[in-house]
């Protein structure tokens, strides 16, 4: 698999509409973020050409319109930040990170039983 890129917070909201559209414009991706953010058309558009630089989104010109399409998937960049997220917070350690988790945390009946579910089919595996 080749190296995905790494982008910012203020960038994976921009790929979270991409993402939710698959094909969109910019004035698309405009309308959506100046609804959630109060970044400029012109920040938003600095965004977007980010990620067509990093190779995370695809710019169709074959029309006057152009359209952005993610090459990235987000499975693939959540799999991405989470690892790194473990690896600087926890040395890569993923029983500390679910032991601290779990110490910290009020975890319901519910939560409980579906934690001991994911661990019983992984260790079925």
Request: proline letters at 2%.
């Amino acid at each position: 698999m080749t190296k995905l890129p790494k982008i910012s917070d203020s960038e994976w909201e921009v790929m979270e509409v991409i993402w939710s559209k698959k094909l969109c414009t910019s004035s698309e991706i405009v309308d959506v973020l100046k609804c959630n953010s109060e970044w400029s058309p012109k920040t938003i558009h600095t965004l977007i050409t980010r990620l067509v630089k990093k190779g995370a989104v695809h710019v169709d010109k074959t029309s006057t319109t152009y359209k952005y399409s993610p090459i990235v998937s987000e499975k693939d960049l959540k799999n991405q930040e989470t690892k790194t997220f473990v690896q600087k917070l926890y040395g890569g350690s993923l029983k500390l990170l679910v032991s601290n988790f779990i110490k910290d945390e009020q975890l319901t009946s519910d939560e409980i039983y579906e934690l001991k579910k994911i661990l019983d089919e992984k260790t079925d595996k």
